[in-house]
């Protein structure tokens, strides 16, 4: 009963950690989003065994082949993204991440038909793809490591020697059956791996965007157990009065009910705020659903500011990052509210001056504002009209993509675009290399950082 129970929540732990990255990454922050589909994958296949050890009439080996190689798949695929200012080569790699996440979903739905025939040999294929991944997910990791001399990949490397640890430990745990022999050791152990995997991925985002990270996870994981307790344990008591060995195929239903409740249960609480938007879509007017989103955004965002952080006592290159993390961000207010930039003393100052409120949504438009006119600040002084020299470097470089909008190396942009961003965006796809237009916005936000604190002196 023990190892039941331990599996359980083994399951439902790893479900959460998938959905809560899932959620926080969303579809711009891939690897967030790839680290938590390895999760979901992970946690379907550890609920696998105990089903197919509480019920031995249910052919589970189809959908164990099919999920087999995933994980590894999905944080091979992490990896690229999580490394990509560090790595070239990661950023030459992301534009293949939806055809092979194409591939992988297609191969494991041939894996589960090939398998289903009784064909052995696709097993072994599935465990070829998957030590694949991870050996491909290592070497990128090497290469970084040798070719970068910068803090950051150690967090990354971090991380993905926890992909490899858990692809490795699921791969045991399929071949050597340990969830059978009711192994606590081991189920506990891939638990503490897998809190170690879901903190250190959300902790490097949560840095990465100058935001605190326990509040909003500890809000997340505590409506989770609720939900869970008030559904999925109603499930759970019934099972656990159903000793009868005459009840088999019962006790059989009964299991997929429990898995299938949690994952609903974990999965409203955890995308509760984009189910609002859809009911928005469907039944609220175009205005009522843009304030509606304003303001659900603001709220969700509002648990993800530091309020801990002392501008005045970072240093320039943190100060720096974070600049350069808000002027990325200028298109999305939901994600502009969050960044620590919006308790800049000048902010506040300017806000009392024209007497508007003093709100997370106020501050991040006043900071919008104030990027813009440190933007308006780089332009060269003695050529009034816009250029392309290399005096206009640093500004072209953070005006037209931040400021303008325009998707520089996107093969899809509007067709209304003005002749001169046009002309600007033909000059950038022509002319500047990825690489290049990377680092003079880079020295572009330092600039920008150093006006912002020098106004605010």
């Known amino acids: 009963m023990s190892g039941l129970v331990l599996s359980y929540v083994l399951y439902a732990l790893t479900l959460w950690l998938g959905m809560a990255l899932i959620r926080r990454g969303g579809t711009t922050k891939w690897g967030l989003s790839l ?55 990661s950023r030459r790699l992301q534009p293949f991440t939806p055809y092979v996440l194409v591939g992988a979903v297609l191969g494991a739905f041939g894996i589960a038909i090939v398998s ?11 465990l070829a793809l998957s030590i694949l ?31 490899f640890g858990l692809s490795t ?18 189920l506990a152990a891939l638990g503490f791996d897998l809190l170690l995997l879901g903190w250190a991925v959300a902790w490097l985002d949560a840095f990465e965007e100058g935001e605190t990270l326990p509040p909003d996870l500890q809000r997340s994981f505590a409506a989770s157990v609720v939900a869970v307790a008030l559904i999925a344990g109603q499930v759970l008591l019934v099972m656990l009065r159903s000793v009868s060995d005459s009840a088999e195929s019962w006790r059989s239903a009964m299991m997929l009910l429990l898995h299938g409740v949690t994952a609903a249960a974990i999965a409203f609480q955890v995308f509760v705020t984009p189910l609002q938007k859809l009911f928005d879509r469907l039944v609220g007017d175009r205005v009522e659903r843009k304030a509606n989103d304003s303001l659900r955004d ?23 990052r974070l600049t350069r993390r808000a002027l990325s961000h200028m298109s999305s207010l939901s994600r502009l509210t969050t960044s620590p930039l919006t308790r800049l003393p000048i902010i506040e100052q300017r806000l009392t001056a024209r007497g508007a409120h003093n709100n997370s949504l106020d501050r991040a438009l006043e900071l919008r504002t104030l990027l813009i006119e440190s933007i308006e600040r ?36 509007a067709n209304d675009l003005s002749e001169g961003d046009r002309a600007m965006l033909d000059w950038f796809r022509s002319s500047v290399p990825e690489r290049t237009l990377h680092n003079w916005q880079t020295a572009a936000a330092r600039l920008i950082a150093q006006d912002l604190r020098e106004r605010g002196d």
């Open 378 to 413: 780089l332009k060269p002084v003695e050529d009034g009209s816009p250029g392309t020299s290399d005096a206009w470097r640093h500004f072209n470089a953070v005006y037209y993509p931040y400021v303008r909008g325009l998707k520089l190396f996107s093969r899809y942009h």
């Open 298 to 320: 603001a709220a969700d965002a509002f648990t993800r500011i530091d309020t801990r952080t002392n501008l005045a006592a970072l240093d320039d290159e943190t100060f720096a």
């Open 35 to 89: 680290t938590g589909l390895g999760l979901v994958a992970y946690a379907i296949s550890l609920a696998l065994p105990r089903l197919a050890l509480e019920a031995p009439g249910t052919d589970i080996a189809p959908l164990t082949a099919a999920l087999l190689p995933l994980p590894g798949i999905f944080w091979c695929l992490a990896a690229v993204h999580l490394l990509q200012e560090d790595a070239p080569i």
């Open 169 to 186: 430990g699921w791969l045991l745990l399929q071949t050597t059956n340990l969830i059978d022999s009711n192994s606590e050791l081991a």
């Open 116 to 126: 289903s025939g009784g064909a052995t040999w696709v097993i072994s294929l599935a």
């Open 133 to 163: 991944a991870q050996v491909v997910a290592l070497l990128l990791v090497g290469h970084v490591y040798r070719s970068s001399a910068q803090k950051r990949p150690w967090s990354a490397i971090l991380v993905v020697c926890l992909f």
